[in-house]
C-alpha cells in the first residue's frame, strides 16, 4: 500500500513554494479538480453530476485521452469547466529527462489549442524535478496542486473512506483531487455526489479555478 496524505501539511507547502495548494478566500468556496481524462466511461457521468448541482470544474487532461475523445473533450469546454494540462502521457517528472518532459507538456498543449484553456498545469503524481519546475513557471504555467486528496484511485480503501476523506479535510480554499478514470470509477461514483451533498449542507459552494 503507498503511502500519502490526505490532507497536505503546512511543512509540505512550505517546503515547495510556487506551487500552488489551496486558494484561501471568505467565502468558503473550494476546487473540484479531476485528474486523467477524458475518459467515455467516466467523464460524461462526472459531467451529469455536476450538472445537476450547477458546479464548475477544473479538469487536466492528458492529451493522449483528448486525442482519442475529442468530442468528451468539447463538452468539457461547452459545460463552462477550466480545462488544463497534465502533460501528454501521464509523465513521472522524477522518472523524465526535462527535454522530453517539456515536449510531452507541449504536446498536450498542442492538442488543446482553440480550446480556451487555461495556463494551469499539473503534473502527474504530483511528481515534478525542481528544475522542470523552474521551466513550466517561466512558460507562464501556475503549477496547481491539492489540499485535499480523495484517494479515489487506491483500491485498498472503500468508497466510502474515500467520501469521508474529502467531506472531513475541505477547508475554505481547499483544491480537492479527483480522478475521472477507469481505476478510480468505483470510489469516485460513491465519493463525488456523497461529498457534494454534505459540503453544500455545510455552507460550501464551488468554482473552477481561472
Not at 515536449?103 to 492538442?111: D, K, L, M, R, S
Request: hydrophobic share 40%; glycine share 6%.
Amino acid at each position: 500500500m503507498k503511502f500519502y496524505w490526505v490532507k497536505t501539511r503546512w511543512f509540505v507547502r512550505k517546503l515547495f513554494p510556487g506551487f500552488v495548494w489551496n486558494i484561501p478566500n471568505a467565502s468558503k468556496t473550494v476546487y473540484l479538480t479531476f485528474d486523467d481524462g477524458p475518459t467515455p466511461e467516466v467523464t460524461e457521468w462526472v459531467l451529469d453530476i455536476l450538472a445537476q448541482h450547477y458546479i464548475k470544474a477544473t479538469f487536466f487532461c492528458i492529451g493522449n485521452n483528448i486525442e482519442k475523445h475529442p468530442d468528451i473533450f468539447r463538452k468539457l469546454i461547452e459545460g463552462g469547466h477550466t480545462v488544463a494540462n497534465h502533460t501528454f502521457n501521464h509523465l513521472n517528472g522524477w522518472n523524465t529527462d526535462n527535454e522530453k518532459y517539456f515536449e510531452n507538456i507541449e504536446a498536450c498543449e498542442n492538442v488543446m489549442q482553440g480550446s480556451n484553456t487555461a495556463r494551469l498545469f499539473r503534473p502527474p503524481y504530483g511528481k515534478i524535478s525542481r528544475s522542470q519546475k523552474k521551466e513550466v513557471l517561466m512558460r507562464g504555467y501556475r503549477i496547481i496542486m491539492w489540499d485535499v486528496l480523495s484517494a479515489d484511485f487506491d483500491r485498498f480503501i472503500s468508497p466510502e473512506k474515500c467520501s469521508q476523506n474529502v467531506i472531513r479535510n475541505t477547508t475554505d480554499g481547499s483544491v480537492i483531487i479527483f480522478h475521472d478514470s477507469i481505476k478510480a470509477q468505483e470510489n469516485l461514483r460513491h465519493a463525488l455526489p456523497k461529498a457534494i451533498g454534505i459540503l453544500k449542507e455545510k455552507g460550501f459552494t464551488f468554482a473552477a479555478i481561472r
